[in-house]
């Protein structure tokens, strides 16, 4: 068998998660779902779902990973023989296909953006660019074969590990960049609506279907229920505190979202944007802002800006195309070039159809973030909390007995109850409902 990439050091892995982990959900997803379900409400809500329901389920993630030191299949096979959570496998190839079809329609927009961008399209009225994206139909699709080409050819060549060394740099100055963007907004006359609209909550607002999509976007967020950060966190060290490092992978990711629903928001308002307009809500917004600035700040702003959400998006694209390819190279024996063209190939035509429709668009992210996802999550905390035994669990994360030793009862109680009974009972309550 072929001897698996190494990740080397301990940055090295944590960039990786990060890199799979921070992406359009953060900075695409969370802001538009916030202006969906009611603004402040949405956020508290979805802190909530990260504390108890996703953090619990990437630790169960790398306590599975780290332990097995394999890919989903895998680790079901080491740590639990001939049991029914071998088909926990599966989930982690469906999900990340359906997923990455309408992920790379989003990529392809970014793509786009970064072009116009480039040619100064952003610096003086920017209004109906997104419109006129849309319009067109050849535009969107071939900016979506673009990019998974992009991501095919990244894991063809195998420079995945050079692509998050580069995110060493991106990252950061997404990061900068968009606390410069939070600033600027804030200095719009009539921001302060859109920060009254942050920060004070309406808890009328909160419906079942606000805890359904605070959860799914914890899920899509933090890459979970797809066997992403399990795989990742197999390449961790075991001298590595995993509590501490994947923890603090997860904290950065909530952090990065909410701040850039504070780039959003105060502009939506300024601008008289409708705050709960969908999916478009970034491809409106960002330009609008870009164009309040003067012409070459907001041009210089504007290139590095789309550039870094384009390679934070690519960072978690390879991720997802990486979880399949690798279940056929390991499981099937398939090459991995037939098994990279094959699948990216299927996950271009789903795309296109994406694209075509915005009804299967908004199908499939539905399916993946409120349903699939959780779903995975929820297997994997399962067999964290009742198939592996206690002692191995918190060797894993207490760094045999040494670290985090009373956080981890903490812990070891949300992932064995509060986090299994908490995506049950909000996928009973929409059943019911
Ligand atoms: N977490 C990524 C984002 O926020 O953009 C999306 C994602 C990547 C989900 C990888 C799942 C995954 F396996």
Redesign the pocket.
Known sequence: MKKREQFTGRLAVVLAMAG???????IW?FPYLVGQNGGAAFILVYIVACALLAIPVFLSECVIGRRSGSSTFGAMRKLAPGSNYRWAGLVTVIT?VL?LSF?SVVGGWSVDYLLKACTLRFTQDSAGVFEELLSSTWEPIFMHTAFMVGTAIVILLGVKKGIERFTKVTMPLLFILIIIIVVFGLTLPGAGKGVEYLVKPDFTKITPSVITSAMGQAF????LG?G?ILTYASYVSKEENLMVSAGGTAVFDLLFAVLAGFAVMPAVFVAGIQPGQGPGLLFDTHPYIFSQMSPWVGAVISILFFLSVLVA?LT?SI??LE?GVAYLVEEKGVSRTKATIGLGALVWAIGVACSLRGGVFDFLDHLCSDWLMPFGGLLFAMFVGWKMSKADVRDELTNGGTRNRILFNVVYFLIRYIAPIGILGIFLTILLG
């Open positions: 799979s982990a921070i992406g359009l959900g953060n997803r990340p997923l992920y899509f967020s933090m890459s797809v992403t998006a978690s991720s997802l979880v």
